[in-house]
């Protein structure tokens, strides 16, 4: 089992920057390929970004490429979201994911954090 917790939510004005975290604990997240993803109100669970299990390969929505930037630190068990000039559409609940393949299909990830809510003011 893996137990994800994610952090680093809040409100930010439009054009302004968060960095989210998502902590492992139980075994090991090292073999796991970790995605973001995000889900607005009344919307399906979204993909977001993706990076393989060592950190060489990531993948990314096109409406957060280029704004939005995947990492992850095996020797801490986290993976980290930095997000840049963002918009009021990125608000949502983001949520990280530990699977054995690096996708965007959220039925790939078998661990899911609780979610941490991003608002993005006008």
């Known amino acids: 089992q893996v137990q994800l917790v994610e952090s680093g939510g809040g409100l930010v004005q439009a054009g302004g920057s968060l960095r989210l975290s998502c902590a492992a604990s139980?075994?090991?997240?090292?073999?796991?390929?970790m995605g973001w993803f995000r889900q607005a109100p009344g919307k399906e669970r979204d993909f977001v970004a993706a990076?393989?299990?060592?950190?060489?390969?990531?993948y990314y929505a096109d409406s957060v490429k280029g704004r939005f930037t995947v990492s992850r630190d095996n020797a801490k068990n986290t993976v980290y979201l930095q997000m840049n000039s963002l918009k009021p559409e990125d608000t949502a609940v983001y949520y990280c994911?530990?699977?054995?393949?690096?996708?965007?299909?959220?039925?790939?990830?078998?661990?899911w954090g609780q979610g941490t809510q991003v608002t993005v003011s006008s």
């Open positions: 994911a530990a699977g054995g393949d690096l996708t965007m299909y959220t039925g790939s990830y078998g661990y």
């Open positions: 990076i393989s299990f060592a950190g060489l390969r990531a």
């Open positions: 139980g075994r090991s997240f090292r073999p796991y390929a």
